[in-house]
């Protein structure tokens, strides 16, 4: 698998765990929220979508000229220090 798809993978998860964090009980559509649901509903789908962007953003996978491995760093850190790199965006 190459870089920029772990990238996109490894986004995408944490994007998910965030919108499923949020949506404790109903889902974004207001339907009851499970595993399956999740899987399937598309007003979830498009919710993880924008996260992921934001995701991204934060991890510094826009700015020009990329590091794909300081990408890779910023993705693994803590909710609390994705946070505060938001912060100084």
């Known amino acids: ?20 964090r949020e949506c404790v009980f109903t889902c974004k559509c207001g339907k009851l929220l499970t595993g399956f649901h999740e899987a399937h509903c598309g007003k979830f789908q498009k919710a993880v979508d924008v996260r992921q962007r934001f995701v991204l953003r934060d991890a510094g996978f826009y700015k020009e000229p990329k590091n794909i491995e300081q990408v890779k760093v910023n993705l693994k850190t803590s909710d609390e220090e994705r946070a505060q790199m938001a912060k100084q965006i």
């Open 1 to 20: 698998m190459n870089t920029t798809q772990e990238i996109m993978d490894l986004s995408r998860k944490i994007a998910w765990e965030e919108v499923s």
